[in-house]
Nanobody, 121 residues
Framework: QVQLVESGGGLVQAGDSLRLSCAASGRTFNNYVMGWFRQAPGKERRFVAVISWSGGNTDYADSVKGRFTISRDNVKNMVYLQMNSLKFEDTAVYYC??????????????WGQGTQVTVSS
């Protein structure tokens, strides 16, 4: 079991940067593939980024490649999402996820409560 708490969301302007944080509790954090998903108003939750347990492998949705960076700190039990050059269409509730599976058709077994990111154009 792992519990996830996101923070760092807010209201920013297009072109700005924002860093989301996810604090994980549970003794098995280091064993989990971690990720970020997002859900825009009226849309389904969608994959954003994933990172392997070691941090050595990452993958991103095409819409955020080159702008977002996922990272993790296995000592602090933290996962981060650095978001640069934000666009209006990045507006969504962002969810931290643990035990991410799928290898392309991503899904997760554990979710945080979400943090709102709003980008004004």
């Amino acid at each position: 079991q792992v519990q996830l708490v996101e923070s760092g969301g807010g209201l920013v302007q297009a072109g700005d940067s924002l860093r989301l944080s996810c604090a994980a509790s549970g003794r098995t954090f280091n064993n989990y593939v971690m990720g970020w998903f997002r859900q825009a108003p009226g849309k389904e939750r969608r994959f954003v980024a994933v990172i392997s347990w070691s941090g050595g492998n990452t993958d991103y949705a095409d819409s955020v490649k080159g702008r977002f960076t996922i990272s993790r700190d296995n000592v602090k039990n933290m996962v981060y999402l650095q978001m640069n050059s934000l666009k209006f269409e990045d507006t969504a509730v962002y969810y931290c996820a643990a035990d991410v599976l799928g290898g392309g058709n991503w899904y997760a077994n554990y979710w945080g409560q979400g943090t709102q990111v709003t980008v004004s154009s």
